[in-house]
Protein backbone atom coordinates (compact mmCIF):
# COMPACT_ATOMS: atom_id res chain seq x y z
CA UNK A 1 0.00 0.00 0.00
CA UNK A 2 1.76 3.37 -1.58
CA UNK A 3 0.72 6.91 -0.02
CA UNK A 4 1.67 9.79 -2.84
CA UNK A 5 2.10 12.71 -1.95
CA UNK A 6 2.10 15.86 -4.77
CA UNK A 7 2.53 19.67 -3.65
CA UNK A 8 5.06 20.87 -6.00
CA UNK A 9 2.25 23.44 -7.12
CA UNK A 10 -1.17 24.78 -5.97
CA UNK A 11 -2.64 21.55 -7.42
CA UNK A 12 -2.24 19.53 -4.38
CA UNK A 13 -2.36 15.39 -5.08
CA UNK A 14 -3.02 12.47 -2.96
CA UNK A 15 -3.08 8.70 -3.58
CA UNK A 16 -3.75 5.38 -1.86
CA UNK A 17 -2.41 2.74 -4.10
CA UNK A 18 -2.44 -1.38 -3.49
CA UNK A 19 -0.24 -2.85 -5.76
CA UNK A 20 -1.11 -0.40 -8.50
CA UNK A 21 -4.66 -0.68 -8.08
CA UNK A 22 -6.07 2.79 -6.96
CA UNK A 23 -7.78 2.93 -3.72
CA UNK A 24 -8.31 6.58 -3.34
CA UNK A 25 -7.45 9.75 -5.77
CA UNK A 26 -7.52 13.61 -4.88
CA UNK A 27 -6.58 16.55 -6.10
CA UNK A 28 -7.75 20.24 -5.55
CA UNK A 29 -6.27 23.62 -5.83
CA UNK A 30 -5.21 25.47 -2.32
CA UNK A 31 -4.11 29.19 -1.73
CA UNK A 32 -1.48 28.62 -0.75
CA UNK A 33 -2.40 26.97 2.44
CA UNK A 34 -0.89 23.67 2.04
CA UNK A 35 0.36 23.54 5.73
CA UNK A 36 -2.87 23.67 7.13
CA UNK A 37 -4.95 21.55 4.20
CA UNK A 38 -2.23 18.11 3.30
CA UNK A 39 -2.19 16.60 6.72
CA UNK A 40 -6.24 16.51 7.23
CA UNK A 41 -6.37 15.69 3.96
CA UNK A 42 -4.50 12.48 4.48
CA UNK A 43 -6.09 11.68 7.49
CA UNK A 44 -9.97 12.08 5.68
CA UNK A 45 -8.21 9.85 3.02
CA UNK A 46 -7.05 7.23 5.50
CA UNK A 47 -10.67 7.22 6.95
CA UNK A 48 -12.85 7.10 4.30
CA UNK A 49 -10.65 4.10 2.57
CA UNK A 50 -10.46 2.26 6.25
CA UNK A 51 -6.61 1.90 5.81
CA UNK A 52 -4.50 2.48 8.75
CA UNK A 53 -1.33 4.16 9.02
CA UNK A 54 -0.03 0.88 10.04
CA UNK A 55 -1.14 -0.85 6.79
CA UNK A 56 1.29 1.86 4.69
CA UNK A 57 4.36 0.15 2.72
CA UNK A 58 5.73 3.13 1.32
CA UNK A 59 5.50 6.46 0.95
CA UNK A 60 5.89 8.49 -2.40
CA UNK A 61 6.63 12.32 -2.90
CA UNK A 62 6.77 14.63 -5.88
CA UNK A 63 10.19 16.50 -5.76
CA UNK A 64 9.42 19.32 -8.05
CA UNK A 65 10.84 21.57 -9.70
CA UNK A 66 7.77 23.76 -8.25
CA UNK A 67 6.77 26.39 -5.14
CA UNK A 68 9.91 26.37 -2.56
CA UNK A 69 7.49 26.22 0.24
CA UNK A 70 5.35 23.80 -0.91
CA UNK A 71 7.42 21.31 -1.97
CA UNK A 72 9.27 21.40 1.49
CA UNK A 73 6.06 20.89 3.23
CA UNK A 74 4.90 17.70 1.18
CA UNK A 75 8.47 16.17 1.00
CA UNK A 76 8.83 17.17 4.90
CA UNK A 77 5.33 15.08 5.70
CA UNK A 78 6.49 12.43 3.63
CA UNK A 79 9.74 11.74 5.14
CA UNK A 80 7.62 12.27 8.57
CA UNK A 81 5.72 9.13 7.71
CA UNK A 82 8.37 7.34 6.49
CA UNK A 83 10.65 7.66 9.35
CA UNK A 84 8.00 7.10 12.09
CA UNK A 85 6.70 4.21 9.87
CA UNK A 86 9.96 2.75 8.95
CA UNK A 87 8.69 2.30 5.56
CA UNK A 88 10.67 2.99 2.12
CA UNK A 89 10.47 6.45 0.79
CA UNK A 90 10.37 7.22 -2.97
CA UNK A 91 11.08 10.73 -4.65
CA UNK A 92 9.70 11.39 -8.29
CA UNK A 93 10.18 14.43 -10.18
CA UNK A 94 7.15 16.45 -10.69
CA UNK A 95 7.41 16.59 -14.56
CA UNK A 96 8.14 13.00 -15.12
CA UNK A 97 4.55 12.57 -13.18
CA UNK A 98 3.08 14.83 -16.31
CA UNK A 99 4.58 12.55 -18.62
CA UNK A 100 4.34 9.39 -17.69
CA UNK A 101 0.51 8.89 -18.12
CA UNK A 102 1.15 10.18 -21.73
CA UNK A 103 0.36 8.39 -24.86
CA UNK A 104 3.15 6.88 -26.84
CA UNK A 105 4.03 9.74 -30.12
CA UNK A 106 6.53 10.21 -32.56
CA UNK A 107 6.78 13.96 -31.93
CA UNK A 108 8.82 15.64 -29.07
CA UNK A 109 6.33 16.86 -26.17
CA UNK A 110 7.72 19.60 -23.62
CA UNK A 111 5.57 19.30 -20.03
CA UNK A 112 5.19 22.10 -17.98
CA UNK A 113 4.41 23.22 -14.43
CA UNK A 114 4.06 26.94 -12.86
CA UNK A 115 7.53 27.33 -10.69
CA UNK A 116 6.41 31.02 -9.56
CA UNK A 117 6.41 34.74 -10.81
CA UNK A 118 4.55 33.55 -14.12
CA UNK A 119 7.32 31.50 -14.98
CA UNK A 120 7.22 27.86 -15.75
CA UNK A 121 9.58 25.10 -15.14
CA UNK A 122 10.02 22.92 -18.67
CA UNK A 123 11.66 19.70 -19.40
CA UNK A 124 11.21 18.23 -23.00
CA UNK A 125 10.64 14.10 -23.82
CA UNK A 126 11.10 12.19 -26.12
CA UNK A 127 9.07 8.63 -26.47
CA UNK A 128 11.82 5.60 -26.77
CA UNK A 129 11.54 1.78 -25.89
CA UNK A 130 8.15 2.42 -24.21
CA UNK A 131 8.78 5.17 -22.05
CA UNK A 132 8.95 9.08 -22.20
CA UNK A 133 12.57 9.88 -21.59
CA UNK A 134 13.62 13.34 -20.57
CA UNK A 135 15.99 14.99 -23.41
CA UNK A 136 16.84 18.58 -22.00
CA UNK A 137 17.62 19.86 -18.82
CA UNK A 138 14.89 21.21 -16.45
CA UNK A 139 15.01 25.17 -18.05
CA UNK A 140 12.52 28.37 -16.26
CA UNK A 141 10.92 30.10 -18.66
CA UNK A 142 8.08 32.72 -18.94
CA UNK A 143 5.46 31.47 -21.77
CA UNK A 144 6.43 33.89 -24.47
CA UNK A 145 10.41 32.67 -23.60
CA UNK A 146 8.72 28.89 -23.54
CA UNK A 147 6.48 30.21 -27.44
CA UNK A 148 10.13 30.96 -28.59
CA UNK A 149 11.41 27.72 -27.85
CA UNK A 150 9.13 25.99 -29.65
CA UNK A 151 10.12 25.93 -33.60
CA UNK A 152 8.62 22.65 -35.14
CA UNK A 153 5.59 20.33 -34.07
CA UNK A 154 5.93 19.67 -30.50
CA UNK A 155 2.85 18.47 -27.80
CA UNK A 156 2.71 20.54 -24.58
CA UNK A 157 1.53 19.01 -21.74
CA UNK A 158 1.08 20.63 -18.02
CA UNK A 159 -0.06 23.38 -16.17
CA UNK A 160 -1.60 25.94 -18.87
CA UNK A 161 -4.32 27.97 -18.06
CA UNK A 162 -6.79 29.53 -20.69
CA UNK A 163 -4.48 32.62 -21.35
CA UNK A 164 -1.23 30.61 -21.66
CA UNK A 165 -2.84 28.20 -23.70
CA UNK A 166 -4.04 31.59 -26.48
CA UNK A 167 -0.56 32.31 -26.22
CA UNK A 168 1.27 29.19 -27.28
CA UNK A 169 -1.55 28.56 -29.83
CA UNK A 170 -0.09 31.77 -32.11
CA UNK A 171 2.26 28.78 -32.92
CA UNK A 172 -0.49 26.88 -33.97
CA UNK A 173 1.42 24.81 -36.38
CA UNK A 174 3.86 23.83 -34.16
CA UNK A 175 2.41 24.01 -30.72
CA UNK A 176 0.11 21.32 -29.71
CA UNK A 177 -1.37 21.78 -26.59
CA UNK A 178 -3.36 19.40 -24.70
CA UNK A 179 -6.69 19.44 -24.27
CA UNK A 180 -7.08 20.69 -20.08
CA UNK A 181 -8.04 17.19 -19.12
CA UNK A 182 -4.89 15.79 -20.28
CA UNK A 183 -3.03 18.38 -18.67
CA UNK A 184 -3.65 17.01 -14.86
CA UNK A 185 -1.03 15.57 -12.99
CA UNK A 186 -2.19 12.48 -10.93
CA UNK A 187 -0.87 11.92 -8.19
CA UNK A 188 -1.84 7.58 -8.92
CA UNK A 189 0.81 7.63 -11.46
CA UNK A 190 3.29 8.81 -8.67
CA UNK A 191 2.08 6.05 -6.95
CA UNK A 192 2.65 3.29 -9.78
CA UNK A 193 6.29 5.03 -10.68
CA UNK A 194 7.29 4.55 -6.86
CA UNK A 195 5.73 1.17 -7.14
CA UNK A 196 7.93 0.32 -10.37
CA UNK A 197 10.75 1.97 -8.46
CA UNK A 198 10.45 -0.21 -5.34
CA UNK A 199 9.75 -3.80 -7.50
CA UNK A 200 13.11 -2.73 -9.28
CA UNK A 201 14.89 -3.11 -6.21
CA UNK A 202 14.97 1.03 -5.72
CA UNK A 203 14.52 3.81 -3.18
CA UNK A 204 15.64 6.79 -1.66
CA UNK A 205 17.23 7.58 1.89
CA UNK A 206 14.61 9.82 3.43
CA UNK A 207 17.52 11.85 4.82
CA UNK A 208 19.18 12.78 2.02
CA UNK A 209 15.97 13.09 -0.36
CA UNK A 210 15.55 16.39 -1.45
CA UNK A 211 13.36 18.82 -3.60
CA UNK A 212 14.28 19.95 -7.06
CA UNK A 213 14.89 23.68 -7.15
CA UNK A 214 15.65 25.74 -10.13
CA UNK A 215 16.35 29.47 -10.43
Known amino acids: ?14 ALA ?23 AIQQAMEETGIKPHALSAVAAALGPGSFTSLRIGLAMAKGLSLSLNIPIV ?9 YGQPPAELPM ?7 RERFAACEYRYAEGHWRATSEIVNATIQE ?8 TILRGEINVQE ?8 R ?3 VADPVDNV ?11 QRLEAGGGDSAAALAPIYIH
Do not use: F
Not at 27 to 40: C, D, V, Y
Not at 93 to 99: E, G, H, K, R, Y
Open 91 to 99: GIPSLDITA
Open 18 to 40: DMGMVCYEKIWKTSRRHTIELAP
Open 165 to 172: RRQLKRRW
Open 110 to 116: ICVLKSG
Open 1 to 14: MILAIDTSTQWIGL
Open 185 to 195: RRPALLAQMAL
Open 146 to 153: LTDRITAP
Open 174 to 176: NAL
